[in-house]
């Protein structure tokens, strides 16, 4: 046989040794690749309404009209079921508005798609809950509590997205209606602002991953300022858009303290 081969011209030779190379890359263009497409995802306006209703109702306490938004932000990945290929993988890796990640990275191995479901809606109601004693622990350690504050109730209407990372935005939500900025303005100051992040009981703020992507959605969506999980600062500079500003939080306090700030034209942090 090697006799053989090694009396072919070298072209053919060439050739032949090219098929079973061919053949391996056609099988790997076609053949699933454990990996999950993220791209920038939807935006939600916690200070608005979803579906019809208040994303916020708080009740027992009188509640302020606010002005300007306060947008949670999402990524839309594919699914865990979802087929992803090598052609996928190399158009994600060159363009700015996807992120190929490991698909053990985004979904936990050996769940079923409904377990998943199941899972990602009950970390959005903790998320929620958290946010709630977050908001309310902040209002009672503020410099003007509510005289009401053991009466507040607050429910919270966002039950289609699933995950912790709205967790600041509904605890920045509930202390915007309730309190604003402390002398009779918005949070906001008017403006746009979006962000991500989870909260604890206790207020402090923790990554959630694909920042990058969501400043691009907050961008679309008309959003100027970001805030962003203090430790993701660097991952949320890598593809941020064109007049995007980004503050850096831990806490409930630090991001209400620095968007009053931000609203009355005093300096903030950044990135």
């Not at 109702?57 to 087929?83: E, W």
């Not at 966002?158 to 303005?185: E, M, N, T, Y």
């Not at 906001?188 to 920042?211: F, H, K, L, Q, S």
């Amino acid at each position: 046989m090697s006799a053989w081969f090694s009396r072919l011209p070298r072209s053919r030779a060439l050739a032949l040794c090219a098929l079973p190379v061919a053949a391996l890359l056609a099988v790997a263009g076609t053949a699933p690749l454990p990996y999950t497409v993220a791209q920038p995802g939807s935006t939600s306006d916690v200070l608005g309404e979803h579906q019809g209703e208040p994303v916020i109702t708080v009740s027992g306490t009188p509640v302020r009209r606010t002005d300007g938004k306060l947008l949670m932000t999402t990524i839309l990945a594919t699914g865990p079921d979802a087929d992803v290929d090598l052609g996928d993988v190399v158009d994600g890796w060159f363009r700015t508005d996807r992120a190929v990640l490991p698909k053990a990275s985004v979904y936990p191995p050996g769940q079923t798609v409904k377990e998943i479901e199941k899972r990602n809606l009950g970390q959005m109601a903790q998320s929620q809950n958290s946010a709630v004693t977050a908001a309310l622990g902040y209002l009672k350690d503020s410099a003007q509590p509510p005289k009401d504050l053991g009466q507040i109730k607050v429910d919270l209407r966002l039950a289609d997205v699933g995950g912790p990372s709205a967790g600041l935005f509904f605890a920045l939500g509930i202390v915007d209606k309730i309190r604003g900025d402390g002398s009779g303005g918005d949070l906001t100051g008017g403006r746009t602002i979006a962000g991500t992040g989870t909260v604890d009981d206790n207020g402090e703020v923790g990554p959630v991953g694909g920042v990058s992507l969501k400043t691009q959605a907050a961008h679309r969506d008309g959003a100027t300022v970001f805030l962003v999980p203090q430790a993701e600062c660097g991952e949320a500079e890598a593809e941020l858009p064109a007049g995007m500003r980004l503050i850096p939080v831990d806490s409930v306090a630090h991001a209400v303290n620095s968007l009053t700030d931000l609203a009355h034209g005093k300096a903030v942090p950044s990135c």
